[in-house]
């Protein structure tokens, strides 16, 4: 080291390479976890970010930041984004989208009225009714306010049915079926309750499948009388005598009386049942 002339310099030549080297690994390094950042930062963006097309309401929500490797856009707080939402708003009031984004901006915020506000005005803007509906349920759902969810559910399921599906494939069949699980999830009072199971059977009137909800909900919470009623109601609507025995033996079921269930499959055995009555004797 002495014979080259200088002090102290290492194996890849005098000391200021080295630190030109270096400083060049760090450049290069810093850039990339700079790149990636950006990756990361996109790739953790909830979906109604990540989906919002180019444009003003899009603009809104990002500002450019000078980085090393250029100018990377940052999401913006919602105190921040509201404002010039609000001003778009003002221009387009019909525009639906900017209530949605407003309305999920509020929600970050924990702005809760404001942003129910926007999701019902996005619900009634809104060129799809029935998904706008949908979202608006979820924020209650979000907001564990099962009476308004059930409500909303229960607006979305009056959707147009689509001829060229069946009843259980349409968007107002989803609806109720959500309202089902609704129902069950939470302690909500039979007078809130059954009036849903109901209006499932005068929707789709025609369908077994609600009149079936229905009747079992019945059961389920003791309702024998009505339970009874509908019973006979379904008989005479779809001409069916094998499967209101089985509805009356469940009927004995849950009233306890396993004998008296039995006895009904007795008196009524035929030895060409479907399969179905045959396995639930």
């Known amino acids: 080291q002495q014979a080259d002339g200088g002090v102290g310099r290492g194996p890849g030549g005098p000391p200021h390479h080295q630190h030109r080297l270096f400083g060049g690994y760090m450049g290069f390094a810093l850039a990339a976890l700079l790149l990636s ?42 105190a921040e984004t509201r404002p ?10 019909r525009d639906a989208m900017l209530y949605r984004l407003r309305a999920q901006e509020a929600e970050v915020a924990l702005d809760f009225a404001a942003a129910e506000a926007d999701w019902k005005s996005y619900a009634q803007h809104a060129a799809d009714s029935y998904a706008a509906q949908i ?6 759902h979000r907001r564990i306010r099962p009476r308004e969810e059930l409500a909303t559910l229960s607006a979305a399921a009056a959707a147009k049915d689509d001829p060229l599906q069946p009843a259980t494939a349409q968007r107002g069949w989803h609806a109720f079926e959500r309202m089902a699980v609704v129902t069950e999830q939470e302690a909500l009072p039979e007078s809130v309750v059954e009036p849903a199971f109901r209006a499932w059977v005068a929707r789709f009137p025609k369908e077994p499948a609600a009149w079936r909800r229905l009747i079992e909900h019945l059961a389920a919470h003791q309702q024998f009388a009505a339970a009874e009623a509908e019973i006979a109601n379904y008989g005479r609507t779809f001409h069916d005598t094998f499967e209101p025995v089985r509805m009356r033996a469940a009927l004995e079921i849950h009233r306890g009386a396993a004998d008296a269930a039995l006895a009904l499959y007795d008196r009524a055995f035929q030895p060409l049942w479907p399969e179905e009555m045959r396995a639930s004797y």
């Open 84 to 93: 010039v939402l609000t001003n778009l708003i003002s221009s387009a009031p």
């Open 135 to 140: 979202e608006l349920a979820d924020f209650y």
């Open 37 to 78: 950042g950006a990756f990361l930062v996109r790739g953790e963006l909830d979906p109604w970010v990540q989906h919002t097309p180019a444009g003003s309401a899009i603009a809104a929500l990002f500002r450019g930041v000078p980085m090393p490797g250029g100018t990377v856009p940052i999401l913006l707080p919602p």
